[in-house]
């Protein structure tokens, strides 16, 4: 868990400013861990991340290679905003056993376990994640979630990561069209594989572009499809693809 930054933010408008920023409500902090993303004006994904109280202050632990760019974007958007950004001593903990005290449920999906935020050293407890994030089709930071990313096609929602009654955040409009005045074409799905291929490696079907491989596990894999064109036998350099 080194891969990960903790973000600390302070002063009386912390909260307000990131409700008007982030994919998911802010008031879900009374409960806990919560789970978000800051888009694009255009509603595309900058990063994810999750929110956590702590005494006046709130939390983000972010991947530490989108740590730098979420920082400076989250400056420019507190103009003069009583904020104040900096980085924490904590580290990250976590694990799909029994909680220690002080955890938090990763709020995406219970068999992700649970979250936990001290100054011990990042710790992991070696569960085996591919294997989890693929039985349920969960996206992860720079594999899946990339900046060319619609969250909705990621299952976002799904994954407890936006409201849709918040009101107005960066990427709103465009989300909230995803949602209720479209149908997804294409998206994230899990697909019974044979043979495996590097992740990012191109989806063909009857000489058509399908989509990309992701994240495998066993005779299982995450790929990003065209629904449109997913046939029962694609390919993936030499990996034969189906649906699950």
Not at 46 to 73: G, H, P
Not at 223 to 244: G, I, N, Q, S
Request: glycine share 8%.
């Amino acid at each position: 868990m080194s891969d990960r930054r903790i973000l600390k933010l302070t002063g009386r408008e912390t909260e307000p400013f990131l409700q008007g920023l982030v994919t998911n409500d802010i008031a879900r902090l009374d409960d806990g861990l919560v789970y978000a993303a800051l888009l694009t004006p255009q509603g595309k994904y900058i990063a994810d991340f999750f929110l956590l109280r702590q005494d006046d202050s709130v939390l983000i632990d972010v991947a530490e290679v989108l740590a730098d760019d979420l920082k400076k974007r989250l400056t420019m958007y507190k103009l003069r905003a009583d904020v104040a950004i900096s980085k924490s001593d904590l580290n990250v903990q976590r694990g799909t056993g029994t909680a220690p005290d002080g955890a938090h449920a990763d709020p995406r999906h219970p068999a992700l376990g649970w979250r936990r935020y001290s100054t011990a050293p990042a710790q992991d407890d070696g569960s085996d994640w591919d294997a989890i994030r693929v039985g349920h089709c969960i996206p992860e930071t720079g594999i899946e979630l990339t900046p060319d990313t619609f969250i909705l096609e990621t299952g976002f929602d799904v994954l407890n990561g936006v409201d849709f009654r918040k009101g107005c955040y960066v990427g709103q409009e465009v989300t909230a069209r995803m949602r209720h005045k479209t149908e997804l074409r294409k998206g994230l799905r899990r697909v019974r594989i044979e043979g495996s291929a590097p992740t990012g490696t191109p989806i063909v079907a009857a000489d058509k572009a399908v989509g990309t491989l992701f994240t495998q596990s066993g005779n299982h894999a995450l790929a990003y499809l065209r629904f449109d064109r997913v046939t029962d036998a694609m390919k993936a350099e030499d990996a034969t693809l189906w649906p699950a």
